[in-house]
């Protein structure tokens, strides 16, 4: 199946600081990512929809400002915490559909997650 | 709206069958999807149902869709203790950009 990859899979920084985390898929092309939030026992929050080459569709009340969403190629999106801050720290997931060469169900395939501490 | 609800909890002896419900909104859905989440993991689809079913199986995993009470059910046979994760219910509303509506996930406890 297709596999999507997260990196890094835990980072701790200082507050103030910015941080980056990587998606990529590793054996198909992916015009668009989807990143997500989870909170403890909660479920996945969507932050927004990463399209390669153009600018990410942000969700309502996630601000574009602190969550940098890059998306330069069909293989790589990336999510950028912006002067981190505790509140920031979280489990952050990407995701990609793969779309066309065989039936379409619209999977979506999750990379590992990384986990976020901002100190 | 688009809206996925889930129970939160659900406990189990091991060996015993496990049921997760799930109930949604929008019945436009192409597709009816459970995906799996273990501790400090990212999500794996689980199996899916195509919405003119109204059972799917496959060896433990049984999905039960009843379209009229917008009702989805995951049923578990056998739990194991690898088992234990968080399921996710979700659907793809044919409106609304092809956006996965998630519910909140139930989490499955297997008590050995």
């Known amino acids: 199946g297709a596999v999507v990859s997260q990196h890094p899979s835990r980072v701790i920084c200082k507050s103030g600081t910015s941080v980056k985390i990587e998606c990529r898929s590793l054996?198909?092309?992916?015009?668009?990512m989807f990143w997500y939030r989870q909170f403890p026992k909660q479920s996945l929050m969507l932050m927004a929809t990463?399209?390669?080459?153009?600018?990410?569709?942000?969700e309502q009340g996630v601000e574009k400002d602190k969550f940098l969403i890059n998306h330069a190629s069909l293989t790589l999106s990336t999510l950028t915490v912006t002067s981190a801050h505790p509140e920031d720290s979280s489990f952050y997931i990407c995701?990609?559909?793969?779309?066309?060469?065989?039936?379409?169900?619209?999977?979506?395939?999750f990379g590992e997650g990384s986990r976020l501490t901002v100190l | 709206g688009e809206d996925v609800e889930q129970s939160l909890f659900l406990s189990v002896r091991e060996g015993d069958s496990s049921v997760i419900n799930c109930t949604y909104t929008?019945?436009?859905?192409?597709?009816l999807y459970w995906y799996k989440q273990e501790p400090g993991a990212g999500l794996q689809l689980l199996t899916y149902i195509f919405s003119n079913m109204d059972m799917k199986q496959d060896q433990r995993l049984t999905v039960l869709l009843n379209k009229k009470d917008k009702h989805l059910s995951l049923r578990i046979a056998d739990t194991q203790t690898g088992d234990s994760a968080i399921y996710f219910c979700?659907?793809?509303?044919?409106?609304?950009?092809?956006?996965?509506?998630f519910g909140a996930g139930t989490r499955l406890f297997v008590k050995a």
């Open positions: 995701s990609a559909r793969l779309l066309g060469g065989g039936p379409n169900t619209g999977e979506l395939f």
């Open positions: 990463s399209n390669e080459g153009s600018k990410a569709t942000y």
């Open positions: 054996d198909f092309q992916a015009t668009t």
């Open positions: 979700a659907e793809i509303p044919n409106t609304g950009g092809f956006k996965t509506i």
């Open positions: 929008d019945s436009s859905s192409t597709y």
